[in-house]
């Protein structure tokens, strides 16, 4: 972690949390810069920059945000939004999926009220053949997260969940899963006990957990804008003979587009990562947080308006 990092991490993830910048957020809808990273506050804002990167060769993920549940009411509502995503990339016959967390359909409140919610958005899901991956927590949250991912594994093939390559408990984890999983670096963090520090070694325990479901033959989401993790993969792909067919790249919403566009033209699979809801603003400052050289830039955008 750099200096600037040190400095600004901490003060966007309390601005992240703070309920009356919250409010306003909501209040005043998504400012320009913000749509740089988000997709948009409602479904048609939304689908408008979906069908842009479709347009442009691209898959997306749609990332149905959420993170302030109080009560079972707030956590329907955030299902009924998931189900009329699925249901709109039907009617528009739209290359994608949807991700989301189970905080967001209630796993703090009750883990059986977010186990029956996902059996809502699943059952959806699967009629239409549409993928859902749930999003990684805090390592307090892991292990409700696995438990229900578990649960519902083989019963809905179309479902994954995400793996951060800075947890110990990862690799572990690993054997576990079926039958598609995202692999991420990781953007919490907390003790040593359960998180890896060390820079170097999330990154080899990141090529380690790709290519070792990979071999298992699991479909894999890579999600990584690291250009050095994305050759080196795309060279083990190639030496073991691992079809196109079982993996995506994932890359978020504004983030290294030229890039993304390469791998397109390259003949393979991309999935942007599009957030979309109310709660756009949590999610925009926790990107800052983590990557403090897109402040200037989303700060200078908010400013055109």
């Given amino acids: 972690m750099n200096v600037l990092e040190k400095l600004t991490g901490p003060i966007f993830e309390r601005l992240a949390v703070d309920k009356r910048l919250i409010r306003v957020a909501r209040a005043v809808g998504l400012p320009l810069g913000g749509t740089l990273f988000v997709g948009g506050q409602t479904i048609d804002e939304t689908f408008r920059t979906v069908r842009t990167l479709n347009a442009q060769g691209r898959a997306v993920t749609i990332d149905c945000l959420g993170e302030f549940i109080h009560n079972v009411q707030d956590a329907k509502a955030i299902t009924d939004e ?12 739209v290359d994608g999926q949807i991700s989301l967390k189970l905080t967001s359909v209630g796993v703090r409140l009750d883990p059986e009220l977010a186990l029956m919610q996902m059996e809502r958005i699943l059952e ?67 003790s040593k006990e ?20 990979l071999m298992k033959g699991r479909y894999t989401q890579i999600a990584t804008h690291d250009d050095d993790m994305i050759e080196e993969l795309l060279d083990f792909i190639r030496q073991a003979d691992i079809s196109d067919e079982c993996f995506e790249f994932q890359m978020l919403q504004g983030m290294r587009p030229q890039r993304q566009k390469e791998l397109v033209n390259s003949g393979y699979r991309v999935v942007v990562y599009v957030p979309h809801g109310v709660d756009w603003y949590t999610y925009l400052m926790r990107r800052l947080a983590e990557r403090p050289a897109n402040i200037r830039f989303t700060l200078l955008s908010m400013l055109r308006l």
């Fill in 82 to 93: 998931c189900i009329d995503v699925l249901y709109r990339l039907e009617k528009e016959q």
């Fill in 124 to 190: 959806v899901a699967l009629q239409l053949n549409r993928r859902v991956t749930i999003n990684m927590e805090e390592y307090e949250m892991t292990e409700s997260i696995l438990k229900i991912f578990r649960v519902l594994q083989f019963s809905y093939p179309n479902l994954g969940v995400a793996l951060q390559a800075n947890l110990h408990r990862s690799r572990f984890d690993l054997d576990q899963l079926e039958p598609m999983t995202r692999i991420v670096k990781g953007a919490y963090t907390g």
């Fill in 194 to 213: 359960h998180y890896i520090e060390d820079k170097a070694m999330v990154d080899a325990n990141y090529l380690l957990l790709v290519k070792q479901n």
